[in-house]
């Protein structure tokens, strides 16, 4: 079945650059999704990406993906201590769009 | 309320009891989804329901439970469960099970903690 691999920890200094990486092993993906979670609440979309775009910025955040490897990553420009949560990875094929989620990478922000 | 609700947001039992979990989306989306939580593991789907039919059970022990009395409601209803059930549970909801991208909105989850 579908698989989505991440790391499970990444440690940054405030106002560095996070990158949280994963790969996924359906080369039938069409939408890959990053998710963010907070402390004590749910899952909530950060952005996604359509499986014939390479990149896709939205502010500090910058997708890229490398459909040919099956990597995407996330880049977190300028991270500050509220960007602290555990980011999800996930990726579906359409269809009734099930979502195959990553184990999720918890992001840690030093100050 | 608005979004994704979930209740209770912590729950401890034994192995005996019988509890349910409580979700209601405010959004309406017509799908609903129970996911498993547990540390270092990815995010499980267990069960998706559509205008409250069930289209998908994830290979979920009898133990757990589904109900979909509506688009708005689901709930898990959880019996003799076992000390490795213990995780959050996740509900979320999307407007429709159609092709497309579609997002899902997640509930802030309830902690369960099987003794």
């Not at chain 2, 999307?94 to 991208?101: C, E, M, T, V």
Request: aromatic share 10%; glycine share 8%.
């Amino acid at each position: 079945g579908e698989d989505v691999e991440q790391s499970l920890f990444l440690s940054v200094r405030e106002g560095d650059s996070s990158v949280i990486n994963c790969t996924y092993t359906d080369s039938s993906s069409t939408y890959l999704y990053w998710y963010k979670q907070e402390p004590g609440a749910g899952l909530q979309l950060l952005t996604y990406i359509f499986s014939n775009m390479d990149m896709k910025q939205d502010q500090r955040l910058t997708v890229l993906l490398n459909k040919k490897d099956k990597h995407l990553s996330l880049r977190i420009a300028d991270t500050q201590t509220g960007d602290s949560a555990i980011y999800f990875c996930a990726e579906s094929t359409g269809g009734y769009q099930k979502v195959t989620f990553g184990t999720g990478t918890k992001l840690q922000v030093i100050p | 309320e608005t979004g994704v609700t979930q209740t209770p947001r912590h729950l401890v039992m034994g192995m005996t009891n019988k509890k349910s979990l409580k979700c209601e989306q405010h959004l309406g989306h017509n799908a609903m989804y129970w996911y498993k939580q547990s540390a270092k593991k990815p995010l499980e789907l267990m069960f998706v329901y559509s205008l409250e039919e069930r289209v998908e059970n994830n290979s979920v022990p009898s133990r757990f439970s589904p109900e979909c009395p509506n688009s708005s409601h689901l709930f898990l209803h959880l019996h003799t469960l076992q000390p490795e059930d213990s995780a959050l549970y996740l509900c979320a909801s999307s407007q429709n099970l159609a092709g497309g991208h579609n997002e899902q909105f997640f509930g802030p989850g309830t902690r369960l903690t099987v003794l």
